[in-house]
């Protein structure tokens, strides 16, 4: 029998935290844990994505159902470290905290999905089905993890899928979309006494950019959980002398989209809108640099119902149902699932902390989610 010790499963996260993966080197995440599934007798696989970027896949049990248990293994970068009280990746505990760069977001879901794998193969406790852990790289940079994970057709026999990223006393089961763009226009430079020897690369780039904003921004459609689709120019760059009228602007933009208005119907209006700019004498070109559909689902499922009560009685919360404006690995992971699809991204840590200077997860919330994600796997497989 194995039952991993509070000590143990505080160690273990505090080795991962020890990883830099700041945005690369996951491969480090994926054999730790590669090692310790084989101290288990768990065979787990490396999925490349690129040379020194990979996924880990580990399987228990066999046949359905297929529960998709899944987190990432990158953070994103501590910022200036200085302004930290302790070092970002040396996990410390103060008041009942633990903190640490991806102590919420996400190395402490992470572990307890690894750590209940475990428990639940050496004290066969998994009579009925199957459960596929998942942990990806570059979540926080486009999802190309994920991607291939779903390529590779890891998802689709998948009956059920729950992402373990912070989310605290909330399950959220629906997301929007992400999706980012890079507008460039091309001018002819010239001395700015003499602007008409040139084209100036600003002004229809700005005309545009305003039109483009009005038409998504304006639009009316909404979804019923997440709301409206945004947008927003967040980059411009152009010109380089005061006095020289510019041959190249450049500008990138986010959009947070909903199922009503998805990625294709931007990506399309951002094309038709600058071929018409183009009719009229600019050179507008429309670049995609990252394409996350929104993921939306009903929400109503046995995994959710089961999870709501789990977080009550571990947790002694009473958990919420949301819609969230930020992306997960859900958005590739799901690609091709109906509405009825049950998914949630449930996990210790708070939405709010992740990215943040000093971040923590309380050591109680770390703890419990061991046993709801346990038990939540039995309630599952039955
Ligand atoms: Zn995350």
């Given at each position: 029998m194995k039952h991993f010790t509070e000590e143990e499963k505080i160690k273990i996260l505090s080795d991962l935290i020890a990883i830099k993966t700041v945005n690369e080197n996951e491969i480090e995440v994926a054999n730790y844990l590669k090692k310790l599934f084989a101290q288990y007798g768990i065979e787990s696989k490396i999925v490349p994505v690129t040379d020194t970027r990979v996924n880990l896949v580990a399987e228990i049990g066999s046949g359905s159902p297929v529960i998709g248990i899944s987190g990432h293994m990158d953070v994103v970068s501590p910022g200036d470290e200085s302004k930290w009280t302790s070092d970002p990746f040396t996990m410390t505990e103060r008041d009942g905290k633990l903190y640490g760069r991806?102590?919420?977001?996400?190395k402490g879901g992470l572990v307890n999905l690894a750590l209940v794998m475990i428990e639940l193969k050496e004290n066969k406790e998994l009579t009925k089905g199957t459960v596929r852990f998942m942990a990806t790289t570059g979540e926080e940079v486009g999802g190309a993890g994920s991607k291939k994970l779903y390529e590779e057709g890891?998802?689709?026999?998948?009956?059920y899928l729950w992402v373990a990223e912070p989310s605290h006393d909330t399950i959220i089961y629906s997301h929007k979309g992400s999706l980012n763009l890079r507008v460039t226009s091309i001018g002819e430079a010239a001395h700015s006494s003499m602007p008409e020897l040139g084209y100036n690369a600003i002004n229809p780039l700005m005309e545009y950019l305003l039109e483009v904003d009005k038409k998504l921004n304006g639009d009316d459609r909404k979804n019923e959980v997440l709301g409206k689709l945004v947008m927003s120019t967040t980059i411009f760059h152009a010109g380089n002398q005061v006095n020289s009228v510019p041959e190249k602007a450049t500008a990138e933009i986010n959009v947070r989209t909903i199922q009503e208005f998805d990625n294709d119907e931007v990506i399309d209006l951002f094309n038709t809108t600058a071929s018409i700019y183009n009719q009229g004498g600019a050179n507008i070109n429309v670049e995609v640099t990252m394409s996350l559909p929104s993921v939306f689902t009903s929400g109503q499922s046995k995994m959710v119902e089961l999870a709501k009560e789990l977080g009550k009685k571990h947790l002694g919360l009473e958990i919420s149902m949301k819609g969230s404006p930020g992306v997960t690995d859900g958005s590739n992971l799901l690609r091709g699932k109906d509405d009825n699809f049950p998914f949630m991204m449930f996990g210790p840590g708070e939405t709010k902390m992740a990215h943040k200077i000093d971040e923590y997860v309380y050591k109680e919330y770390y703890l419990a989610f061991f046993d709801i994600y346990k038990e939540l796997i039995l309630g599952l497989s039955k």
């Open positions: 991806g102590t919420n977001d996400m890891y998802m689709d026999d998948v009956d």
